[in-house]
DNA sequence: CAGTATCCTTTAGGATACTG
DNA sequence: CAGTATCCTAAAGGATACTG
């Protein structure tokens, strides 16, 4: 459970990872960046790699005239879905609920 | 999705919650301590006092002839049971397809 | 276009000592 | 027993400049 906490962990995890489940396409670099703001190329950079080690997302160099990079869901990424997409519902049904800390306290 | 994930973040949030939800029964401070090793007081404190304010565990200080404070989980709380089982039953069934970055890189 | 490299600030978290 | 307070280190993450 907490391993699996730990593959969504990270400021841009859910958001990366989401937008390259709601498509069944490949999303360039630069076409995640715009659609995930306002993260940098080196958080971008960074997370992807991650997820590419762990299994979860495939990186698909183009070596085309106009050169670029795409990246996919993995089967195992695609299965990660359903837990957060309960996440997504949970929210949605609880979030007047839940009360905002004032400080992440320290 | 991004803000359930955050009642989940940061090191002991998912053992602490976990054991308050295994139990109909409130657990003593130093019982949570016992059963989530090796949290410091100090983390467990600080996780306590979090979730308290966000609404998903309630602090009981029961001043008896020994005094101690008891932590239960509120029906908001309870409500995240289901996700935190999705999460347990996807790492279950999918533990060995991950594979383990070798550094967090950064 | 899709990255690296570097510098910097902020935050998380451990260790330890002390207290009503 | 259930905390605070303090000090410290490590890790996360932002900003910016540079590159094949």
Known sequence: MVMAIN???GKWAIP???HLLLTEDP???TEIRR???PITQ???????RLFE??????RKPRP?????VEYEATPLGRSFYGALDILRLWMIEHVDEVQQPKIRNS
Do not use: C, D, M, N
């Not at 080690?53 to 495939?58: C, D, K, P, Y």
């Open 7 to 9: 593959l969504i962990a």
């Open 16 to 18: 990366v990872l989401w």
């Open 27 to 29: 999303l360039r670099f």
């Open 35 to 37: 659609r995930v703001p």
């Open 42 to 48: 080196k958080e971008l950079t960074k997370q992807l």
């Open 53 to 58: 080690e762990q299994g979860l997302v495939i």
């Open 64 to 68: 085309t005239v106009s050169p670029h």
